[in-house]
C-alpha cells in the first residue's frame, strides 16, 4: 500500500471512503464560491461568501484540543485549505462540515503549511488522510 493512503494513526482511507469523498469534495466544491483575484494582489483568492467548518486540531496523543470556526477555501479529494483567526500549534485535526445541502462530513487532515495574510487572517491547509463515521 503506497505510504500516501496510510493514516498516522494506521488508518486507510481504501476504496469505500474514497469514493465517499470523491462524492462529498464534489459537493463541497459546487457549495465553495468561485474565487475573484483582487486588482491590488492578484495572487491572493478573495471569496464573496464562506462555507463555514468546525475545527479541532488534535494533540500528538490524538487527543482533542479546542475547537474553533473556520472558513473552507477549497476542499477535494486530496487537499483542504481554510482561513482561520489565530496560529494552530497541531498538524493534525479533524474538520467537521455541516449543511442542508451536504449533509455532515467529517474529515481527518494532516496539516502541511499555514500563511499570514493582512487583517489577522490566517490561512493554512493540507491533506485529507481519511473520512471518519458522522
Same mark, same amino acid.
Given at each position: 500500500m503506497p505510504s500516501w493512503?496510510?493514516?498516522?494513526?494506521?488508518?486507510?482511507l481504501g476504496s469505500a471512503s474514497r469514493e465517499e469523498l470523491r462524492r462529498h469534495a464534489a459537493q463541497l466544491s459546487a457549495l465553495l464560491p468561485r474565487p475573484?483575484?483582487?486588482?491590488?494582489?492578484a495572487a491572493v483568492e478573495e *471569496?464573496?461568501?464562506a462555507?463555514?467548518?468546525r475545527l479541532t486540531p488534535l494533540d500528538e496523543s490524538g487527543s482533542a484540543c479546542e475547537t474553533r470556526e473556520v472558513e473552507v477555501r477549497?476542499?477535494?479529494?486530496?487537499?483542504? &485549505?481554510?482561513?482561520?483567526?489565530a496560529p494552530l500549534a497541531n498538524r493534525h485535526a479533524v474538520v467537521v462540515l455541516e449543511g442542508a445541502c451536504l449533509?455532515?462530513?467529517?474529515?481527518?487532515?494532516?496539516? &502541511?503549511?499555514c500563511r499570514y495574510r493582512s487583517g489577522?487572517?490566517? *490561512? &493554512?491547509g493540507g491533506r485529507v488522510v481519511r473520512i471518519r463515521g458522522a
Open positions: 493512503n496510510r493514516c498516522r494513526w494506521g488508518g486507510d475573484r483575484p483582487r486588482a491590488s494582489d *471569496t464573496s461568501a462555507l463555514h467548518a477549497r476542499f477535494d479529494v486530496d487537499r483542504v &485549505s481554510f482561513d482561520h483567526g449533509g455532515r462530513l467529517v474529515a481527518e487532515v494532516q496539516l &502541511s503549511w489577522g487572517v490566517y *490561512t &493554512s
